[in-house]
T-cell receptor
Framework: DAGITQSPRHKVTETGTPVTLRCHQT?????MYWYRQDPGHGLRLIHYSYGVKDTDKGEVSDGYSVSRSKTEDFLLTLESATSSQTSVYFC??????????????????FGPGTRLTVL | DQQVKQNSPSLSVQEGRISILNCDYT??????FLWYKKYPAEGPTFLIS?????DKNEDGRFTVFLNKSAKHLSLHIVPSQPGDSAVYFCAASAPGAGSYQLTFGKGTKLSVIP
């Protein structure tokens, strides 16, 4: 299994509070992703990173920000949590084995997930 | 607009028989497809993938078939085992801008009955 951990694994918070989720990898993979999984929606990309300090928005980025100051860590922040952000959040990593290779043709390995409940 | 569709939310199959999970897509730019398997309370795990230059890819009990003209792919599991009971997600990607993004279907829950 790829070395990906997520913390915390479970969190309950109140509306309006800031929340930060952490993804940590030991694989030295270049690309990191944050997804959310909701019933009836499958997995949706929130933000991704293609290198240290290089990030971009995904399909459902509103209300979320990310930071990547080190290769191994990718943080997802909810500045002011809302009930609509109650979800299971997954981090994923991938790497391009060949120079110029497309990162999304490489397997994405997922972390165990963080279940976030916003009351 | 859902670009990757898994129209069957659930599927039940007898142990030892074939499981066939289906996936349709609408974006003709998709050229790489993956299947992921997910157990409850765990992250998705990669199962098998296929490039659009192929129409079949096999890995042990798992085979993925791609029909580009119909924009359809399927995952065959033979023989099915109780440990295969999980949610299966189909995913697709396209080259160019946004190529980092995998577009996932909503998943099909497979139950293999002993």
């Amino acid at each position: 299994d790829a070395g990906i951990t997520q913390s915390p694994r479970h969190k309950v918070t109140e509306t309006g509070t800031p929340v930060t989720l952490r993804c940590h990898q030991t694989e030295n993979h270049r690309y990191m992703y944050w997804y959310r999984q909701d019933p009836g929606h499958g997995l949706r990309l929130i933000h991704y990173s293609y290198g240290v300090k290089d990030t971009d928005k995904g399909e459902v980025s509103d209300g979320y920000s990310v930071s990547r100051s080190k290769t191994e860590d990718f943080l997802l922040t909810l500045e002011s949590a809302t009930s609509s952000q109650t979800s299971v959040y997954f981090c994923a990593i991938s790497d391009s084995g060949l120079a110029g290779g497309r990162p999304n043709t490489d397997t994405q390995y997922f972390g165990p997930g963080t279940r976030l409940t916003v009351l | 607009d859902q670009q990757v569709k898994q129209n069957s939310p659930s599927l039940s199959v007898q142990e030892g028989r074939i499981s066939i999970l289906n996936c349709d897509y609408t974006n003709s730019m998709f050229d790489y497809f993956l299947w992921y398997k997910k157990y409850p309370a765990e992250g998705p795990t990669f199962l098998i993938s296929i490039s659009s230059i192929k129409d079949k890819n096999e890995d042990g009990r798992f085979t993925v078939f791609l029909n580009k003209s119909a924009k359809h792919l399927s995952l065959h599991i033979v023989p099915s085992q109780p440990g295969d009971s999980a949610v299966y997600f189909c995913a697709a990607s396209a080259p160019g801008a946004g190529s980092y993004q995998l577009t996932f279907g909503k998943g099909t829950k497979l139950s293999v009955i002993p």
